[in-house]
């Protein structure tokens, strides 16, 4: 449960591509609104995005991806009744695979990502509006997608297109100094036998680092091998 008024951090992990559920998280801690002729609209598309895990659960691809294209016409007008809120007072986490997931559209991901990335406190974004207390992070599906889709059946094109100048800035950790929390989607190891760290297909040995121990600098490392991976 999550209290708008509370500033303990709030951490989302995967929502697979699902829009509603990055709206509703944002919504409940407080980072955006729904004026009133967009909540049935949300309601609309939260349905149809619980019939899309019933029909992908039942392998039916078909219907999942007619349902698909609906959330996303769902969408389409809801967007208009969405607005940022800069008193937002609840730090929020998202943890990665986000987007690249089994609910994902080229039309929704792009829409996941400019949306969390107009709140991210990221070079270029000066809105005073916008409370940039949002950290966003790449998951394995942003990093093996690397924004490009593909047809996932050779009778149903889900969607063609690219979102890597979307996720291409995002972060693999983040360090809070404050809290003195580390945080990532797949989770850091420590291989005393290989003297690294590990992130997933990530490696940051012991001796590339000043000081082994420092989980700021760390994170600085892994961001900065992940970066230069997206951008090979």
Known sequence: MINPQNANTAYFGDTDGRVGAVLYA????GHIGIREKGWSLLCELLKHENMASSAYKHKNNKVLYDLLNTRDMILNELHQHVFLKDDAITPCIFLGDHTGD??????????????????????????????????????????????????????????????????????????????????????????????????????????QMKNPTDPEELANIFNKKHKEHMDD
Request: with cysteine; proline share 1%; charged share 20%.
């Open 102 to 207: 089994r609910f994902s559209t080229i039309f929704g991901d792009k829409y996941i990502l400019t949306l969390l990335n107009s709140m991210r406190n990221m070079e270029g974004n000066k809105d005073s509006r916008i409370n940039k207390n949002v950290v966003v992070l790449a998951g394995n599906h942003e990093i093996n997608f690397n924004g490009n889709y593909t047809a996932r059946l050779a009778n149903h094109k889900l969607s063609a297109g690219d979102t890597y100048n979307l996720i291409k800035t995002l972060d693999v950790c983040n360090y809070d100094s404050e809290r003195q929390v580390l945080t990532s989607h797949h989770g850091i190891i420590r291989d005393e036998e290989k003297k690294c760290y590990c992130l997933g297909a990530l490696q940051v040995p012991f001796n």
């Open 26 to 29: 944002l919504l409940v801690s």
